[in-house]
């Protein structure tokens, strides 16, 4: 027990580690080669990762009566902080991309850092918080080859595409709430990063022919601000009180709403275009018909518009308040067809569209006397379309989740401090029905919450 909590301790400290060192994905995905690489399907924290990712209408009250995460996706919710939280996760991927023709398949495991965010409230008596952290958009890693028989030399082409980046946000927001309504933005800054290499190469039959490589690389850096509001509220439906325990029920339905306003990131761009030998340990060029650096350009992102509802359950006794079950739905949509363009370039995408539905039960956090009475269990799914529109036909997205939010015993029985240990388990798949591919993953993703009581004024010296 001693040392299981010395690791819970530890837990915040490693995960600061991992977002500070400079950690590479093994993800080798070639769907990451168009737009700006493969959105991070479930961009929230654990909790609501669990519940298919349902985020618009997830009220603070809905994490549970001892500690708190927080909705970072929707801003409003921030009024609702009510003690200091430091939130952090980490994502264990499992991918297996299954290729027809030729038959084949690919493994890749790797472990990313999710999301890492601090949240304050700046008066609980207004209802004001705010929060700042950081956490990854998109990822771009791969290394695809290529091999074509060319009838004009008679012979075959070798061609090895090779890609890495993607976009992080730092962001920082406030939010204010009222009995029935909230509102609040997050703004900040999208650092994002596209390096692709071509390297091509004759696969003569003659041994004794030899033509040297050419190698095209581009590597693009891009940056700007985001700005992104939100709504939430709540609609009481019907209450009802038990004369003898005092115990009060109460129906409710919440709503949200979020919207991110397109963005033109300024970018930097360097171009080479040279012939040599290129291996994966080696560069060797040998002349270089092309080199530009510090091009600048534009890299236009799309709007994206979420809304949702939630029915909960809330129950009230002489011990406090928790939502018993929460059931919700929400729907989220990004232009990227005619949003999205690339230094003036379109690319294979389209306009996507996202469902999510989740269902949390908390059978009795007061329940002292049975751990598992207070624990938190989530399901969710979420199903739609990829903004990557491959041969024009699309990618299919379709998942399960499941999860659990685990309250952490408290070391004193006296102080404020609580601890959550979220787990969120995702089971998909991406595909299309002209693609040669199709992508099957797994996520395992493990969110540490440590929320306290912080800024009271003594009233005793």
């Known amino acids: 027990m001693r040392l299981v909590k010395k690791i819970l301790r530890l837990t915040p400290f490693i995960g600061l580690f991992c977002f500070i060192a400079p950690l590479k994905a093994q993800i080798n995905s070639p769907f990451s080669r168009f737009g700006v690489g493969n959105e991070i399907y479930q961009s929230q924290n654990a909790a609501n990762q669990a519940m298919g990712g349902l985020t618009a209408a997830f009220t603070p009250n ?33 991918n297996i991309l299954k290729r027809t023709t030729p038959a084949g398949k690919e493994k890749s495991t790797y472990l990313v850092p999710n999301y890492i ?14 929060a700042f952290g950081l956490r990854p958009l998109t990822q771009i890693n791969y290394s695809v080859n290529d091999i074509k028989y060319d009838t004009k030399i008679d012979d075959s082409i070798y061609t090895n595409y090779k890609g890495e980046g993607g976009i992080n946000q730092v962001f920082l927001g406030v939010g204010k709430s009222w009995k ?3 509102i609040g933005m997050n703004t900040g800054y999208n650092l994002g990063r596209k ?31 985001f700005l ?47 012939i040599g030998t290129f291996t994966a340990s080696q560069e060797t060029p040998v002349d270089t018909a092309l080199f530009q650096k510090n ?48 230094y003036g370039k379109a690319d294979q995408v389209r306009n996507a569209r996202m469902f999510r539905a989740g269902v949390q039960f908390s059978p009795n ?21 990829d903004y990557i529109n491959i041969n024009n ?38 595909s299309g029905a002209a693609s040669n591919f199709k992508e099957n993953f797994v996520q395992f993703t493990v969110g540490y919450s440590l929320s306290d009581v912080w800024f009271n004024k003594r009233k005793y010296d």
């Open 228 to 274: 992104n509001l939100g709504l939430q509220g709540e609609v009481p439906l019907s209450s009802s009180s038990n004369s003898v325990t005092k115990d009060k029920t109460e129906y409710t339905l919440s709503y949200g709403a979020t919207y991110t306003l397109d963005q033109r990131l300024k970018g930097k761009q360097d171009s080479l275009r040279s």
């Open 365 to 385: 956090p007061f329940a002292f006397e049975s751990y598992w009475s207070t624990v938190t269990y989530r399901f969710g799914l979420f199903s739609g379309n």
């Open 195 to 225: 390096k692709i290499d071509v390297v091509k190469a004759v696969l003569f039959d003659n041994d004794s022919t030899y033509f040297y490589q050419s190698l095209s690389s581009t590597n693009t850096s891009f940056g700007g601000v």
């Open 62 to 94: 809905m994490y549970g009566t001892f500690g708190q995460s927080i909705n970072f996706n929707n801003p409003a919710s921030y009024g609702g902080i009510y003690m200091t939280t430091f939130d952090i996760g980490m994502n264990l991927t499992n």
């Open 393 to 430: 036909s699309g990618l299919q997205v379709n998942g399960l989740t499941m999860g659990l939010g685990l309250p952490i015993r408290k070391y004193r029985s006296y102080d404020y401090q609580f601890t959550l240990l979220n787990l969120a388990l995702q089971v998909g798949r991406r």
């Open 180 to 182: 029935y309504l909230s």
């Open 117 to 130: 965010v601090i949240g304050v409230p700046i008066s609980k008596a207004k209802k004001i918080g705010f």
């Open 295 to 342: 091009v600048r350009g534009v890299v236009e992102l799309p709007s994206n518009i979420t809304a949702g509802i939630a029915l909960h359950k809330k129950i009230t006794t002489v011990r406090g308040s928790y939502d018993q079950w929460v059931i919700g739905v929400e729907m989220n949509q990004s232009n990227w067809k005619d949003g999205y363009r690339f």
